[in-house]
């Protein structure tokens, strides 16, 4: 049974920090990406950051560039999401989520994504 759990969410200032975690369990794909998404209210999902399991790839959609990083910690089976310099805009729900990686990349739709955490919420106020 595959599982992704996040964890990390919570109430920070504009200009604060946090890290989030994906726990994953139960995958069984050779290669596959792991991609963070967030949405807020009324909007759509959409893809933030997403990473390869083998060859480290990374990605980042233009709004977070600069401040956030992806990265993995296969020992733990834990990727993580470290949000720096958060603005207001940054709030929402943040999920991770699990895809097949075939060689297309990034993977930024949540279509192209089969399994999914619950989410972590991030509030981002002063």
């Known amino acids: 049974q595959v599982q992704l759990v996040e964890s990390g969410g919570g109430l920070v200032q504009p200009g604060g920090s946090l890290r989030l975690s994906c726990a994953v369990s139960g995958l069984t794909w050779d290669t596959y990406a792991i991609g963070w998404f967030r949405q807020a209210p009324g909007t759509e999902r959409e893809g933030v950051s997403c990473?390869?399991?083998?060859?480290?790839?990374?990605a980042y959609t233009d709004s977070v560039k600069g401040r956030f990083t992806i990265s993995r910690d296969d020992a733990k089976n834990t990727v993580y999401l470290q949000m720096n310099s958060l603005k207001p805009e940054d709030t929402g729900l943040y999920y991770c989520a699990a895809a097949f990686f075939g060689g297309s990349w990034p993977l930024w739709w949540a279509y192209e994504y089969t399994y999914w955490g619950q989410g972590t919420q991030v509030t981002v106020s002063s």
């Open positions: 990473i390869t399991s083998t060859d480290d790839r990374t």
